[in-house]
Each structure stands twice: as C-alpha cells, then as structure tokens.
C-alpha cells in the first residue's frame, strides 16, 4: 500500500511577485521614510532648529542654533526610530495571529528592516566613521576619543547585535515557511531576494532624484538598502532544515489592494521628496 504524501510535500507556495514586490517596495520606504522624518526631521524641529533640506534619504538640519548635544540627539534619533519600528513589528507579530500571510509578512520585513537598519548603522559608522553614529561633525561619537577605540567597538557591537537581529528575524518567520529540508530554503529565498532586490531598485531609482548627483546614492540610499538589509540575501540558509511544516505555510497571493498601496506610497515618496524638499 502506497503512503500518501504529506501536506508539505509536492505543494509549491503560491508568491505573486507583483505583490510581493508591492509589499517590499512598501516596507521599505516606510522604514526609510520613518527613520529619515519621523527620526531626524522631527528631532531637528523639536530641538529648536530648522531643517534646510528634507529630502528621501537625508536631512540638512541647521544645526546653528543647536548644542553639541543636540546635534547628537539629531543623529541618534533616526536609529532609535529604526530600532523600535523592529520592537514593535515583531511585539505585534508575537502577540497578533496575522491570517493573512501578505499582512503577516509585511510586518515582518519591515521590522526586520528597522532592526538591521538600527544595527547596520552601527557596523557602517564603526567601519566608516561616516552616518548617524559616525565620528564626524554630525555623528553621535563626534570628537571621541580615541576614536580607533570607539570605532572598534562600534563594529564589534554592530556585528553582534545584527547577528542576533537576523537570528530572531528568521526564527520568526521558521515555522511560516511550509515544505522540508532544502525545499523550505528554496522557497524563503525567493521571498527574501525579491525583496532585497526590490528595495535596493527602489531606493536607487528615488535617490537618483537628488540635486546632488551620485554621492547621496552612494553614501545614503545605497547604504540604506544594499547594505543595511543584505541579511536578506543569505539569513534563509538558517531555517530549522528538520522543521516540517505542512502547506500552504506563507504565502503571497494576487492583491491589487497590496499593489494600489504600494505603487501609489512609492510614487509620492519619490515625486515629493526624491528631488528634495527646501522648507
């Protein structure tokens, strides 16, 4: 007598990649634009000074009528957005029984993008000394010293603590992906990689739309994207390969809802605030 296969088993997860790519197009300019305003901007105003220039990727605040300390306070603001986008994505994920898995992976990728945007900053400003926790004039370690010493740390932290962010992220999202063993891989990569490589398309495409040229792109969007989120591109190959999780597990079905959203949030972000703003 033959054994009927399990429900994991011979069932590919259904991913409509036009709504997946809404989806990710979505998460990340929320994320982007949450650290970058609701971080950075909002802080440079409520501290007394006035934003210069607002654009997608960065704000020139006029720090002339601020203190060091308010400077810093400046810098620090937009990961400390990041990092509590994270907290409270996956608090809600841990608390919320998401039916949809659209919604449900939503969430998640943007937390994890908030938490590795948090901790990459870290990696970045340690390796660099440029960025939010940078050693430069505008940067939370400003003056440091010794700045080798700062720096080192930075990076030992940044590297710890995005370990553990990718860590949690994937554990999260284990027993979501339906199949076995290299199947279950296979699949989450398809969602990870696409996307990462949405992201990455996204905000080059709107950072290109700076007055500035190509070195906003460089050290703001693509810093943002390719670097901050490329756990996406390797965090799968820690999936529990023993974890048999039966069908249909996470899956992205058509939703022109999804698409709306996101076509229409990623056009105004780039039409309003990729050639910047001079208040």
């Known amino acids: 007598m033959s054994q009927a296969p399990s429900a994991s088993k011979n069932t590919s997860p259904t ?4 709504t997946l790519i809404a989806i990710s197009a979505l998460a990340y300019i929320i994320a982007t634009g949450l650290h970058e305003h609701l971080g950075h901007t909002l802080t440079c105003i409520l501290l007394g000074a006035r934003p210069v220039e607002v654009g997608a990727f960065y704000v020139d605040c006029n720090y002339a009528t601020l203190s060091a300390t308010g400077i810093r306070l400046v810098a620090l603001a937009g990961p400390l957005v990041s990092l509590l986008i994270g907290i409270f994505s ?23 993008i908030g938490f590795m945007s948090a901790t990459g900053y870290l990696l970045f400003s340690g390796l660099s000394g ?31 603590s995005y370990a553990g962010i990718i860590y949690l992220s994937v554990r999260i999202l284990n027993p979501r992906i339906a199949g076995l063993g290299r199947a279950r891989i296979g699949s989450a990569r398809q969602l990870a990689n696409t996307s990462y490589l949405t992201g990455a398309l996204v905000s080059v495409g709107i950072g290109l739309l700076n007055p500035y040229g190509f070195v906003i792109v460089a050290t703001s969007a693509v810093a943002s994207s390719l670097g901050a989120t490329s756990g996406l591109l390797w965090m799968m190959q820690l999936l529990d390969l023993k974890l048999d999780v039966p069908a249909p597990g996470l899956t992205v079905e058509r939703s022109w809802g999804w698409i709306a959203l996101g076509a229409i949030v990623t056009v105004l972000y780039a039409l309003i605030l990729g050639p910047t703003l001079h208040p």
């Open 15 to 18: 991913l409509d990649r036009l």
């Open 90 to 112: 996956f608090l809600f994920l841990k608390r919320q029984s998401l039916r949809s898995s659209a919604a449900f992976y939503f969430v998640w990728l943007l937390g994890s």
């Open 130 to 160: 440029l960025g939010d926790f940078g050693t430069g004039p505008d940067g939370v370690f400003y003056q440091a010293s010794p700045e080798w010493l700062w720096r080192a740390l930075l990076t030992l932290s940044g590297l710890v």
